[in-house]
């Protein structure tokens, strides 16, 4: 009896180490960043930094930004003007002296999201037997659908987690007021690590 309790235990561990393939989603917050690069022009600061989804602790996602070359930013704009603005109608994103536009939250989430689907893998354990002299226990039966059906939810829960930050911070076209400061996260494809900034389109 100890030695079949023995391996089901290590089964059991087993499977929640093989279930640790989801990864949560941890937070940006943009408005808690160090931002180590600012630029001062026509009285709006501009603040933002790069790879802040790896220093979050985010690498499953950091992974799928090198991978579909893109990179998500936190952004600090602060109005020091005598108007009320708005990013994507009187400002708007800059690489080097190209125009760039910002992903939508949800295209940045399908992007970047961890695939769900794959986790149904764990159900080729459904039919493991575990055998004890001649009497046999269906342990799959609990680990395969208990492993997938885990590993189904967490993925989908930390991608609705990064979809809710994103759409949250998603501050385009919102107005900041004068004397305002505005936190903000975007997703850009193929501009690397090239300095931004903000300008007016004439």
């Given amino acids: 009896m100890i030695k079949f309790l023995r391996k089901v235990l290590i089964l059991i561990i087993s499977g929640f180490l093989f279930g640790g393939c989801a990864v949560p989603y941890y937070n940006i917050k943009p408005e808690t960043i160090n931002y180590t690069t600012e630029i001062k022009e026509n009285n709006i600061n501009f603040s933002y930094r790069y790879d802040v989804l790896r220093e ?4 499953r996602y950091a992974k799928k930004e090198d991978i579909k070359n893109i990179k998500v930013l936190a952004v600090r704009i602060t109005n020091n003007s005598d108007n009320d603005i708005a990013i994507g109608k009187d400002l708007f994103f800059y690489c080097d002296s190209t125009q760039i536009y910002p992903l939508d939250p949800y295209l940045a989430r399908n992007e970047l999201k961890q695939l769900a689907a794959t986790h149904l893998f764990y159900l080729l354990l459904t039919p ?3 055998y004890t002299g001649n009497d046999s226990f269906p342990i799959g039966l609990i680990l395969g659908p208990g492993i997938s059906l885990g590993n189904l939810f967490s993925a989908s829960s930390a991608n609705n987690h990064m979809l809710f930050e994103f759409t949250k911070y ?3 076209n919102k107005t900041i007021k004068k004397g305002e400061t505005a936190y903000g996260i975007f997703a ?3 501009i690397g690590y090239n300095p931004l900034c903000l300008k007016q389109n004439f």
Avoid: A, H, S, V
Avoid at 56 to 59: F, H, L
């Fill in 128 to 130: 493991m037997q575990l």
């Fill in 170 to 172: 998603y501050i385009l």
């Fill in 188 to 190: 850009f494809r193929n």
């Fill in 56 to 59: 979050r602790g985010n690498k």
